[in-house]
């Protein structure tokens, strides 16, 4: 269910003074906002997950998963797609009534990648914040290192070649 269309972003491209693309980078923390706002004019009425919860959780599935993987002996997710590092664990598990040695590796390669891919949002999580700052430092750091006023000052260019040649000013 999408709250804005192309027209509304077009309207906030507009009144934010933005272009469209710079706009469209943002929709889905817009789409995001606009359900915790209608989750918050609901009122009390809707229990909402703190986003701080929502993360500790994904942390203890994350955990849970690594620790299957440790218990089936796969000491790096890379190698789920093996089996169990145990042979032994791996005819047990299969010797079940509906069970198939197929079935075990391939559910122990699922539980690799479900650790692979939150290691791979932590990585994406890390890259967007180290993005941030690194923007917020060449902001900073472009303040200090541009010169300030016109550029295209004729008499500012006499002067600057003065100090560079002393005797030059005319």
Known sequence: ????????????????????IHVLR?????????????????GPTVKRTPPSEIKTRMKQIANAARKLLWHLEVFN???AADGPGDFALLEA???TDDGSEHEV????????????????????????RRA????D?????????????????PSNHRRQAAVVRPGSLR
């Open 1 to 20: 269910m999408s709250t804005y269309s192309e027209p509304d972003f077009e309207q906030l491209a507009a009144a934010t003074g933005k272009d469209l």
């Open 26 to 42: 943002h929709e889905k923390r817009f789409e995001a906002a606009a359900m915790w706002f209608r989750l918050n004019r609901e």
């Open 77 to 79: 997710y890379r190698n």
């Open 93 to 95: 598990l299969a010797s």
């Open 105 to 128: 590796v391939k559910a122990t390669a699922q539980i690799g990648r479900l650790e692979e891919i939150f290691k791979t949002i932590d990585a994406a999580r890390t890259l967007e």
């Open 132 to 135: 941030h700052n690194a923007a």
């Open 137 to 153: 430092d060449a902001v900073r750091r472009s303040q200090l290192t541009v010169p300030k006023g016109r550029r295209a000052d």
